[in-house]
């Protein structure tokens, strides 16, 4: 999946976040197919249970009757045409979600490969946190951080500086 290039500070902050919010009590559904992250949250006590890889711009079925307790997205709405239809259809309380977010000296990302692997938005933090708050959701805490790379330029540089993820622990207002 990384071709080598495992997100070590991604996932230990990721983790982090989830702890501080969610306890390994609370069944999750985790948005997107089993994955590395997937495991080690099984690995640190989470019951989590993957999305089959539906389309969830139009499949809706598998996030409004979950049984899980918590929904987790980790870097998925990006990759949807219309996140805010999936958001709006959640049934559970609670959602931990990440993006990266849009770099002003980089275009989005996409995969000349795998048409699932591109990125149809890059969101700047306020327009996630309109987007949660249209669809029905209370953020209650964010986190964000840097992706530096060990490369040479001015990009790579900027990423020293500049945030790229951004991490959201909402509620379902009531």
Do not use: C
């Not at 999305?51 to 409004?64: H, K, Q, S, Y």
């Not at 959602?95 to 692997?117: E, G, H, N, Q």
């Not at 790379?149 to 500049?162: A, Q, S, W």
């Amino acid at each position: 999946m990384y071709e080598g290039k495992y997100p070590h500070k991604r996932y230990r902050i990721t983790l982090e976040f989830l702890k501080k919010h969610i306890d390994t009590s609370e069944s999750i559904l985790d948005l997107g197919v089993e994955n590395p992250f997937s495991e080690i949250m099984k690995s640190n006590g989470y019951q989590v249970k993957n999305t089959g890889g539906e389309d969830l711009d139009v499949n809706f079925d598998t996030v409004a009757n979950t049984d899980a307790k918590v929904i987790t997205a980790f870097e998925i709405f990006e990759h949807l045409v219309a996140p805010y239809n999936v958001l709006k259809e959640i049934k559970v309380d609670k959602l931990v979600a990440s993006i990266p977010m849009r770099l002003w000296f980089s275009s989005a990302y996409r995969s000349k490969t795998d048409p699932w692997d591109r990125h149809y938005h890059e969101f700047e933090d306020w327009q996630f946190d309109w987007l949660l708050e249209k669809a029905g959701w209370t953020i209650k805490d964010s986190a964000k951080w840097t992706n530096p790379t060990k490369k040479l330029g001015l990009r790579p540089l900027l990423r020293y500086f500049t945030n790229r993820y951004y991490i959201v622990y909402a509620e379902r207002k009531s």
